[in-house]
Every structure is written in C-alpha cells, then in structure tokens.
C-alpha cells in the first residue's frame, strides 16, 4: 500500500504548466521507496522543473532506495539524458550522504540509450555509490530495492562486527 500522507502537495509547479501533469511523486512507507512515475512525452524544460520536484522530495526525505518508473514515458534527447546523470544523480548521492540504490522501469529498447556516454564517476561521491538496476516490471523493481537495502545492512552489520 502506498501511503502519500506524509508528502506535501505537488502544487510547486507555475500557473499553466502542463508537462508535470504526467509526473507523480510519491513514498511507498512499506518498502521505504520513493516512487516516480511519470508518462508520455516531455521536453527538455519539463525535465528539469520535474527533476526538481523530485530533488525537493529527496531533500525532505533522504531515501536511499528510489523507483523511476518510466515504462509510459517517451524517451528523452540523449543532452536530457546527461544533464540528469551529470547533475542530478550526483546531487541525489551527496544530498542522501549514503549508498542510493535506483532502479528504473523501462522498455528494454530504451535501457541502451539510458546508459551510453556514462564514464561512471557520477555515481560516486566519497565512500557512497549510487546503484542502478534496469527492471522491466515495478515488483520486479522493488523486489530489487529490497533485496539491495537487505545485502547492504548485512554488510554493515559484519563490518561492525570485525572491527568489534
């Protein structure tokens, strides 16, 4: 059950801007996952005013497992597609302060696109990463964000306990 309670409305968006109309943004406080669901097609400036809606859901919530699902959205210019690897998954990383563990829902023929041109460092700040899983189905998603959130703790907790 996702519950939205806790999320303030998404009412930031100017007088007549439509192209955040296909834009949700909400926290599943079961999985402890931020869920962003977004459809149809989008233009470069909708990109950037819904990266930043969801950069003010990060900062108010810090999750370290997200869910981009973008399985009804058009693909986006491959520019788009760097600013958001270049600019926003860094500031998602150093915004959490720990490991971020994203997993996009996106028709196979578009996961290629997705991941050209990335050199990496990107997804790196210090000792966190920010880890991206392809899905083809939101459980399948989720399944992953949990099972990631679970081997991390594991790892945690052994090494807390070596150094014990």
Same mark, same amino acid.
């Given at each position: 059950?996702? @519950? @939205?309670?806790?999320?303030?409305?998404?009412?930031?968006?100017?007088?007549?801007?439509?192209?955040?109309?296909?834009?949700?943004?909400?926290?599943? *406080?079961?999985?402890?996952?931020? /869920? !962003?669901?977004?459809?149809?097609?989008?233009?470069?400036?909708?990109?950037?005013?819904?990266?930043?809606?969801?950069?003010?859901?990060? @900062?108010?919530?810090?999750?370290?497992?997200?869910?981009?699902?973008?399985?009804?959205?058009?693909?986006?210019?491959?520019?788009? @597609?760097?600013? !958001?690897?270049?600019?926003?998954?860094?500031?998602?990383?150093?915004? /959490?302060?720990?490991? !971020?563990?994203? +997993?996009?829902?996106?028709?196979?023929?578009?996961?290629?696109?997705?991941?050209?041109?990335?050199?990496?460092?990107?997804?790196?700040?210090?000792?966190?990463?920010?880890?991206?899983?392809?899905?083809?189905?939101? *459980?399948?998603?989720?399944?992953?964000?949990?099972?990631?959130?679970?081997?991390?703790?594991?790892?945690?907790? +052994?090494? !807390?306990?070596?150094? *014990?």
């Amino acid at each position: 059950m996702i @519950q @939205q309670e806790t999320l303030p409305p998404l009412s930031m968006q100017p007088e007549g801007n439509s192209c955040l109309e296909n834009l949700d943004i909400s926290y599943d *406080a079961d999985n402890e996952v931020l /869920v !962003v669901n977004w459809e149809g097609e989008i233009n470069s400036e909708c990109i950037r005013n819904g990266y930043t809606l969801l950069m003010k859901r990060v @900062q108010l919530l810090r999750p370290r497992k997200i869910l981009l699902d973008f399985h009804n959205r058009l693909s986006i210019r491959r520019r788009d @597609q760097r600013w !958001v690897f270049s600019y926003v998954f860094p500031n998602i990383l150093s915004t /959490v302060g720990d490991n !971020v563990f994203l +997993a996009i829902v996106l028709p196979v023929e578009l996961y290629h696109g997705l991941v050209t041109d990335i050199n990496g460092d990107e997804l790196m700040n210090g000792n966190d990463f920010l880890i991206i899983h392809h899905a083809l189905y939101r *459980a399948e998603a989720i399944r992953w964000l949990n099972d990631m959130e679970a081997i991390a703790a594991r790892a945690s907790y +052994a090494g !807390v306990s070596k150094g *014990a």
